[in-house]
């Protein structure tokens, strides 16, 4: 049945959401998550994954997400994808807030420093 309500609950949102779009009026927002999530699995449904040919940097943030969640992986499981050089850097913060002061302060001179 939690299908059944997950189904409708996106159904809802995605033709609020059309509403707005043909309206000129942004989503709600107690819908836009809804929307956002909606589109973003029907994305990851059509993507299929290409070899990228050139080197990669992946920056992960020094506050990780609990082990029990995710298995830990260094490269979060690029290393099929990369056919260059795959080098993993720690940066400070954490997803949410790595952009934010004083962790983007950090993360420019980082990228700097390269």
């Not at 809802?12 to 929307?35: L, S």
């Not at 990851?44 to 990228?52: I, K, L």
Request: charged share 25%.
């Amino acid at each position: 049945m939690q299908g059944l309500a997950q189904w409708r609950t996106r159904r809802a949102a995605r033709r609020c959401a059309e509403r707005c779009f043909r309206g000129g009026t942004p989503v709600p927002h107690t819908d836009r998550q809804f929307y956002l999530l909606d589109v973003a699995l029907q994305a990851a449904r059509r993507h299929r994954m290409q070899p990228y040919p050139g080197d990669v940097l992946l920056l992960r943030t020094a506050s990780l997400a609990p082990p029990e969640l995710f298995r830990e992986n260094p490269t979060l499981g690029w290393e099929p994808f990369i056919e260059g050089k795959l080098e993993v850097a720690q940066i400070s913060g954490s997803h949410g807030d790595f952009l934010l002061e004083p962790h983007v302060a950090k993360l420019a001179k980082q990228l700097g420093d390269r």
